[in-house]
Nanobody, 122 residues
Framework: VQLQASGGGLVQAGASLRLSCVDS????????VGWFRQAPGKEREFVAG????????NYGNSVKGRFTISRDNAKNTVYLQMNSLKPEDTAVYYCASAVGPVRVAIGQVRYWGQGTQVTVSS
């Protein structure tokens, strides 16, 4: 597995979690990286993305102001800090490296990570 996501868990509403995505092959330092999520019965949706050097970030509307994406290329790791979690944030979260260096979207993914479960109880 090239992208290893971790950090998920079961938390109460209002809590925080930090997800990590490690690139074991050290190939995504030149690529944008994103986080996506998929809840049961729903389509996979974009959560957050970050450009290759961290200079550009963008977020899905439902997480703006609560989630922050960052990266440490020296550690080949991308993070997703999730604050003020809500039950509707419950999903499997996937990291993904993009084809290009700036933006990431579902149709522009080169590699997917294996996913980590986030469950938020009310």
């Amino acid at each position: 597995v090239q992208l290893q996501a971790s950090g998920g868990g079961l938390v109460q509403a209002g809590a925080s979690l930090r997800l990590s995505c490690v690139d074991s092959r050290r190939t995504f330092t030149s690529n944008a990286v994103g986080w996506f999520r998929q809840a049961p019965g729903k389509e996979r949706e974009f959560v957050a993305g970050i450009s290759w050097n961290g200079g550009n970030t963008n977020y899905g509307n439902s997480v703006k102001g609560r989630f922050t994406i960052s990266r440490d290329n020296a550690k080949n790791t991308v993070y997703l800090q999730m604050n003020s979690l809500k039950p509707e944030d419950t999903a499997v979260y996937y990291c993904a490296s993009a084809v290009g260096p700036v933006r990431v979207a579902i149709g522009q993914v080169r590699y997917w990570g294996q996913g980590t479960q986030v469950t938020v109880s009310s």
